[in-house]
């Protein structure tokens, strides 16, 4: 059983940054960033190897959200700029712990979910 946990969701105004943080307690193949807004489906935001050997982004955040992986503290990262009310969602951090040949953005692949931490952009 992998345990994660989420950091760093605030509020914040739109053009704004933030940084969210995602701790790990267990060895995982594949991380992921997903995001909720209440009444819709959970969305895949960006995902990337434990090797840090690949790494996919959702159409929506490409060239503003960055994932990264902190191997040596069990981390994952995702740095958010340029932030848009459309960003404004519970932003969950998931984890597949089998080898994979990819880290695909679907929800249903993915076997551990943290808690969420909320991210509130004003416009």
């Known amino acids: 059983q992998v345990q994660l946990v989420e950091s760093g969701g605030d509020s914040v105004q739109a053009g704004g940054s933030l940084r969210l943080s995602c701790k790990a307690n267990g060895y995982t193949s594949c991380m992921a960033w997903f995001r909720q807004v209440p009444g819709k489906e959970r969305e895949g935001v960006a995902s990337?190897?434990?090797?840090?050997?690949?790494?996919w982004y959702a159409d929506s955040v490409k060239g503003r959200f960055t994932i990264s992986l902190d191997n040596d503290e069990n981390t994952l990262n995702l740095k958010m700029n340029s932030l848009k009310s459309e960003d404004s969602a519970l932003y969950y951090c998931?984890?597949?712990?089998?080898?994979?040949?990819?880290?695909?953005?679907?929800?249903?692949?993915?076997?551990?979910w943290g808690q969420g931490t909320q991210v509130t952009v004003s416009s």
């Open positions: 990337i190897f434990s090797t840090g050997g690949g790494s």
């Open positions: 998931a984890a597949h712990p089998w080898v994979a040949g990819a880290c695909p953005l679907d929800k249903d692949y993915y076997d551990y």
